[in-house]
């Protein structure tokens, strides 16, 4: 794994409750069945890309520290020269220059991440583009797409995104485990970092899911680690189903992927492994997708 999980991989894996899915955790779970391995791969993605980035926005935050210290230093010298006209002036336009000095490497981030203006589509990538992570973003940059957020320091409220923040040339690092990588790129619209946690409803991750999109990278010889294949067969003709409430989504599924871990629990193999409960939920999505369809077109 790329490093230690945060509260909101807790919740999700330890008790499939939760709304707030981390926007990292959606991607890899995108990528593969298994959740530490979908990290793993994008992870070393991201870290194809890092070392550049993070050198300059280390040199930035030097700089803009440097500066913003001396302008500290001029300012009490401005305070102590009232009085003197010929020292104030010169002590007023060094202390302007050390507070320009100070914003600026904040404005050329910001300008090479986001352009001069604000961006009306994806900009070019700085680094080797990967099919999933433009997959995933294309849902997220959609107008009518899934609408991510972070929950506020304070009011813990959660506070939509605007798509474009997702067209900067940095945008893969949106998708890190990491609080650092994601730092460095949510400073847009302005200069203050937001919170570096991002999520999405519970609700969208599994109509993506149910939709079949992205793709994972599939190749010869891939084969699936558990038996959802026979454990959505044995559901087949299951009473159950059609006493299932589906105007209540959410609870539809949570109750599909009960039925669906309760079979792996009552046939789990030697080796004693059942997938989690957020591996099952991409399949329960498809079996209650599939019941809408046939409920809707019984109401025709």
């Known amino acids: 794994m790329t490093g230690t999980p945060g509260e909101g991989w807790k919740t999700f894996a330890n008790g499939d409750e939760a709304d707030d899915i981390p926007l990292w955790q959606v991607l890899a779970q995108f990528r593969s069945d298994d959740l530490d391995e979908g990290l793993k791969a994008n992870a070393a993605i991201i870290n194809q890309a890092r070392p550049s980035v993070a050198r300059y926005y280390n040199v930035a935050f030097v700089v803009s520290f440097a500066f913003g210290f001396l ?3 001029f300012l009490i010298g401005l305070l102590i020269s009232a009085g003197h006209p010929d020292t104030t002036s010169f002590f007023f336009y060094v202390t302007l220059a050390m507070l320009t000095a100070t914003i600026a490497p904040h404005l050329l981030r910001q300008a090479n991440q986001y352009g001069l203006g604000i961006p009306d589509a994806p900009l070019n990538l700085p680094h080797e583009p990967d099919r999933l992570f433009d997959e995933v973003l294309g849902y997220l940059q959609r107008v009518e797409g899934p609408q991510a957020y972070f929950v506020s320091r304070f ?3 959660r506070i939509p995104l605007k798509r474009r923040q997702f067209f900067g040339r940095l945008r893969y690092f949106l998708f890190s485990e990491h609080n650092k990588d994601r730092g460095m790129v949510l400073r847009f619209p302005t200069a203050m970092s937001l919170p570096a946690d ?3 409803h519970r609700d969208d991750v599994e109509r993506m899911l149910a939709m079949g999109k992205p793709k994972r990278r599939g190749g010869p010889g891939r084969n699936t680690k ?3 294949d026979e454990a959505i067969i ?3 003709g299951d009473p159950r189903l059609g006493a299932l409430d589906l105007k209540d989504r959410a609870a539809a599924v949570h109750t599909i992927k009960d039925w669906l871990s309760e079979w792996f629990e009552a046939n789990v193999d030697e080796s004693g492994d059942v997938p989690r409960r957020d591996q099952l939920t991409r399949y329960a999505a ?3 997708t599939h019941l809408e369809t046939i ?5 025709c």
């Open 71 to 73: 302008s500290v230093l």
């Open 155 to 157: 009011r813990k409220k």
């Open 198 to 200: 991002l999520y999405l």
């Open 226 to 228: 558990y038996r959802y």
């Open 234 to 236: 044995s559901l087949i």
């Open 286 to 288: 498809k079996i209650c």
């Open 295 to 299: 409920a809707s077109a019984r109401n």
